[in-house]
């Protein structure tokens, strides 16, 4: 239902407040977002307080003439069923709709975010309010997409008050029938936890000491759920009284709080709000890995990036701001990764509020004088020259599993180690774009089979219909790498016994014994075979017993050197890898290069200061080109046959870039991967701030 070609090209805009500032100001507005060649914006986020100054008195009026003059001016409208951030009046009429901490403190009025998601007559006030706008601007010719709420379980993704420990028993019945089940699902041997009504069981609130592991893993899947039916609640509303203006609400990405696997099933197109840290070593890899996952989520459907911030957030202990050029090279690493939107937080900057010190296309400056706003109205431009890129595919040959299941039971307490699992995702995530891969994010319970390579950084939680279905992908051809302390629990948390991991003991063609953590600043070391190529392991390392499964790589130290690291098997058609510790990056990408070869998926090898991917357009392929390194760069290894698409000039061979400068170059047919690398970088040094230095 979501359809691109009503939004007249790339969509391009950002979250517009026009209730912070006088009319006047609007005027300015919508002539600089003409300028800026802004075409949708996201509108009426925060304004409940506005739009119902009291329960049951509306006020539109102002929104009228808001979306009249939005509609007189070319710009389309996001429009937002307003109620991210109930009114005080209703938090205070109701003071148990606000929301209560794990340690039993409610939440007091003054900030945003305040409902408790199980209230029901915050809802129903919600509810009427999304029916009132929803017919008010239901037909308005500005509308284009419905934003539904704003970044759910962003502050408040758990609400441990009565009313939710009631939903939550609701949940748990549904979920297990019998309390006999449950008992047995949440292992209440152990403790004496064993329940004997259904009104004994609460949510994981403060304890003594460690919670039930299940409960507290059953509570997290139900407060995503819990949240998922208060947005459902509201999407009812508009599906009935607008059943053909598509739904989104904008995600944070890998945010725990939101299985956006489960949540996207209900949107229209998926949206995104992406705050990679520009002081970070590596901010167009922490964006794309949340790119790639929005693009992931509903099958390879393009996506929209909602949020981002134009220089400096307000909310960071110190607020790096965005180089000259890194949003415009970000943008384009969102283009690459099947963005049909680039849009912002927020259109003008705050003179008041917790945020005002939060970066906007327009700055406190003004727009004539103002850095920023130049490169907002470039890209702009730019942007209206890349209508093509609308229609791209991102092709993948390998994906990496990611489930929100798995995150929550791996970081619950009491492990071996305390493990992490975005950082151990990201540096599979980092090897595999270093080896020029587009990369899909997979859920277990997808179908596996367009892949030639899938990648289990560490799939703790591993339900039996997952590994079923793994099982039949290897044994069908595929190739999988398997990341140490995978496929050690079921669904319910409870350990597979018999040597671990005990459902994929047959696909990777071993068992473990026991598990080797090494203290702080303990390491240990292993040795590929014929290769001699070796890396210092730290964190994680095990006793491995082959069966069957060849050893790639051996320990080096301890009661266990000698003993296999890492290991491949052969399974049916495909092929299984094993990574028994925790192997730095370069570790990683050598096993990676290894699995994809075989597989015969070509890789190369790009510099860290390159971005390159390819996706499939009309025609032929585009290879994007990204200087993520704010000095000037030469490639080599450009494959020939290629025009610059923003150009138009034939390239190929060496190919320059600026500082934070793209290049996107179109091929007729299919593209090689480039055998890419950087022979010149100029000399300017690298600044403070300067991502790589
Ligand atoms: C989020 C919110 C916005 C704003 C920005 C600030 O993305 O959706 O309302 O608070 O963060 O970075
Ligand atoms: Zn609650």
Same mark, same amino acid.
């Given at each position: 239902?979501? !359809? +691109?070609?009503?939004?007249?090209?790339?969509?391009?805009?950002?979250?517009?407040?026009?209730?912070?500032?006088?009319?006047?100001?609007?005027?300015?507005?919508? =002539?600089?977002?003409?300028?800026?060649?802004?075409?949708?914006?996201?509108?009426?986020?925060?304004?409940?307080?506005?739009?119902?100054?009291?329960?049951?008195?509306?006020?539109?009026?102002?929104?009228?003439?808001?979306? !009249?003059?939005?509609?007189?001016?070319?710009?389309?409208?996001?429009?937002?069923?307003?109620?991210?951030?109930?009114?005080?009046?209703?938090?205070?009429?109701?003071?148990?709709?606000?929301?209560?901490?794990?340690?039993?403190? =409610?939440?007091?009025?003054?900030?945003?975010?305040?409902?408790?998601?199980?209230?029901?007559?915050?809802?129903?006030?919600?509810?009427?309010?999304?029916?009132?706008?929803?017919?008010?601007?239901?037909?308005?010719?500005?509308?284009?997409?419905?934003?539904?709420?704003?970044?759910?379980?962003?502050?408040?993704?758990?609400?441990?008050?009565?009313?939710?420990?009631?939903?939550?028993?609701?949940?748990?019945?549904?979920?297990?029938?019998?309390?006999?089940?449950?008992?047995?699902?949440?292992?209440?041997?152990?403790?004496?936890?064993?329940?004997?009504? *259904?009104?004994?069981?609460?949510?994981?609130?403060?304890?003594?000491?460690?919670?039930?592991?299940?409960?507290?893993?059953?509570?997290?899947?139900?407060?995503?759920?819990? +949240?998922?039916?208060?947005?459902?609640?509201?999407? /009812?509303?508009?599906?009935?009284?607008?059943?053909?203006?598509?739904?989104?609400?904008?995600?944070?990405?890998?945010?725990?709080?939101?299985?956006?696997?489960?949540?996207?099933?209900?949107?229209?197109?998926?949206?995104?709000?992406?705050?990679?840290?520009?002081?970070?070593?590596?901010?167009?890899?922490?964006?794309?890995?949340?790119?790639?996952?929005?693009?992931?989520?509903?099958?390879?459907?393009?996506?929209?990036?909602?949020?981002?911030?134009?220089?400096?957030?307000?909310?960071?202990?110190?607020?790096?701001?965005?180089?000259?050029?890194?949003?415009?090279?970000?943008?384009?690493?969102?283009?690459?990764?099947?963005?049909?939107?680039?849009?912002?937080?927020? *259109?003008?900057?705050?003179?008041?509020? /917790?945020?005002?010190?939060?970066?906007?296309?327009?700055?406190?400056?003004?727009?004539? =004088?103002?850095?920023?706003?130049?490169?907002?109205?470039?890209?702009?431009?730019?942007?209206?020259?890349?209508?093509?890129?609308?229609?791209?595919?991102?092709?993948? =040959?390998?994906?990496?599993?990611? !489930?929100?299941?798995?995150?929550?039971?791996?970081?619950?307490?009491?492990?071996?180690?305390?493990?992490?699992?975005?950082?151990?995702?990201?540096? *599979?995530? /980092?090897?595999?774009?270093?080896?020029?891969?587009?990369?899909?994010?997979?859920?277990?319970?997808?179908?596996?089979?367009?892949?030639?390579v899938l990648v289990l950084?560490?799939?703790?939680?591993?339900?039996?219909?997952?590994?079923?279905?793994?099982?039949?992908?290897v044994?069908?051809?595929?190739t999988v790498v398997v990341g140490?302390?995978?496929?050690?629990?079921?669904?319910?948390?409870?350990?597979?016994?018999?040597?671990?991991?005990?459902?994929?003991?047959?696909v990777l063609g071993?068992?473990?014994?026991?598990?080797?953590?090494?203290?702080?600043?303990?390491?240990?070391?292993?040795?590929?075979?014929?290769?001699?190529?070796?890396?210092?392991?730290?964190?994680?390392?095990?006793?491995?017993?082959?069966?069957?499964a060849e050893?790639l790589?051996?320990?080096?130290?301890?009661?266990?050197?000698?003993?296999?690291?890492v290991t491949r098997h052969?399974?049916?058609?495909?092929r299984a890898y094993y990574v028994?510790?925790?192997?730095?990056?370069?570790?990683?990408?050598?096993v990676l290069?290894r699995a994809l070869?075989a597989a015969?998926?070509?890789?190369?090898?790009?510099?860290?200061? +390159?971005?390159?991917?390819?996706?499939?357009?009309?025609?032929?392929?585009?290879?994007?080109?990204?200087?993520?390194?704010?000095?000037?760069?030469?490639?080599?290894?450009?494959?020939?046959?290629?025009?610059?698409?923003?150009?138009?000039?034939?390239?190929?061979?060496?190919?320059?870039?600026?500082?934070?400068?793209?290049?996107?170059?179109?091929?007729?047919?299919?593209?090689?991967?480039?055998?890419?690398?950087?022979?010149?970088?100029?000399?300017?040094?690298?600044?403070?701030?300067?991502?790589?230095?």
């Open positions: 239902m979501f !359809d +691109l070609r009503k939004f007249g090209g790339l969509i391009y805009g950002a979250d517009y407040n026009p209730e912070q500032w006088p009319r006047e100001v609007w005027r300015e507005d919508v =002539r600089l977002m003409r300028e800026a060649g802004v075409n949708l914006v996201s509108l009426g986020i925060f304004s409940w307080a506005q739009l119902e100054p009291r329960a049951g008195e509306y006020d539109f009026a102002w929104l009228d003439e808001v979306m !009249d003059l939005l509609h007189a001016h070319g710009v389309n409208v996001n429009l937002a069923t307003a109620t991210a951030s109930p009114p005080p009046w209703l938090s205070t009429r109701y003071p148990d709709s606000r929301p209560v901490t794990a340690d039993g403190v =409610r939440l007091e009025v003054g900030a945003r975010q305040l409902y408790c998601p199980s209230h029901r007559p915050f809802r129903d006030h919600a509810a009427r309010l999304v029916r009132e706008i929803a017919r008010r601007y239901g037909t308005h010719p500005a509308l284009r997409l419905w934003h539904v709420n704003n970044e759910y379980g962003c502050h408040i993704d758990q609400c441990f008050c009565g009313l939710c420990a009631e939903a939550f028993r609701e949940w748990l019945r549904a979920r297990y029938g019998t309390l006999e089940a449950l008992n047995s699902a949440w292992g209440t041997a152990f403790w004496s936890q064993r329940y004997g009504e *259904w009104a004994e069981v609460q949510p994981p609130r403060r304890a003594p000491t460690f919670a039930n592991p299940t409960q507290q893993l059953d509570w997290r899947r139900f407060s995503s759920d819990n +949240l998922l039916d208060l947005y459902r609640s509201e999407v /009812a509303v508009l599906r009935e009284v607008t059943p053909d203006v598509p739904v989104t609400t904008n995600f944070l990405g890998f945010l725990p709080g939101v299985d956006a696997f489960r949540w996207a099933r209900e949107e229209d197109v998926v949206s995104l709000d992406a705050y990679p840290d520009p002081g970070g070593p590596h901010p167009h890899l922490d964006a794309g890995m949340s790119f790639d996952l929005m693009r992931s989520l509903r099958g390879g459907q393009r996506w929209i990036l909602m949020e981002q911030a134009t220089g400096a957030v307000n909310w960071r202990e110190r607020n790096v701001l965005k180089r000259p050029g890194l949003t415009r090279l970000l943008n384009h690493e969102a283009l690459a990764r099947g963005a049909d939107g680039i849009m912002f937080f927020q *259109w003008r900057a705050s003179k008041a509020g /917790a945020e005002k010190f939060h970066s906007g296309l327009v700055q406190h400056v003004g727009p004539e =004088r103002s850095r920023v706003w130049r490169e907002v109205r470039d890209f702009g431009a730019e942007l209206r020259g890349l209508a093509e890129l609308g229609g791209a595919r991102v092709p993948a =040959r390998v994906a990496v599993m990611f !489930d929100w299941n798995n995150w929550w039971a791996l970081e619950l307490d009491s492990k071996p180690a305390a493990l992490k699992l975005l950082p151990l995702v990201r540096k *599979w995530y /980092a090897a595999l774009r270093q080896l020029g891969q587009n990369v899909d994010f997979v859920h277990p319970d997808a179908d596996l089979g367009g892949y030639d950084p560490n799939q703790y939680l591993l339900a039996a219909g997952a590994a079923q279905s793994l099982r039949a992908y044994r069908g051809g595929g140490f302390f995978s496929g050690i629990v079921d669904e319910h948390e409870h350990v597979g016994l018999g040597g671990y991991p005990a459902l994929l003991r047959d071993l068992w473990v014994e026991e598990w080797a953590v090494l203290g702080h600043g303990e390491t240990n070391g292993v040795c590929f075979a014929g290769t001699g190529e070796r890396h210092d392991v730290e964190n994680w390392c095990e006793v491995i017993h082959p069966q069957g050893v790589a051996t320990f080096e130290r301890d009661f266990y050197r000698g003993g296999p690291a052969a399974f049916g058609a495909g028994g510790t925790d192997l730095p990056g370069e570790g990683v990408r050598d290069r070869t015969g998926v070509p890789t190369t090898l790009v510099p860290s200061t +390159l971005s390159v991917s390819v996706s499939a357009v009309e025609g032929g392929h585009l290879l994007h080109l990204l200087n993520v390194h704010p000095t000037q760069a030469t490639v080599l290894g450009v494959p020939a046959g290629a025009v610059d698409a923003l150009s138009g000039e034939d390239v190929g061979g060496a190919v320059t870039l600026e500082p934070y400068g793209v290049r996107l170059l179109r091929y007729a047919g299919e593209v090689d991967l480039p055998a890419v690398e950087v022979v010149e970088v100029s000399a300017t040094p690298p600044g403070p701030g300067d991502p790589l230095r």
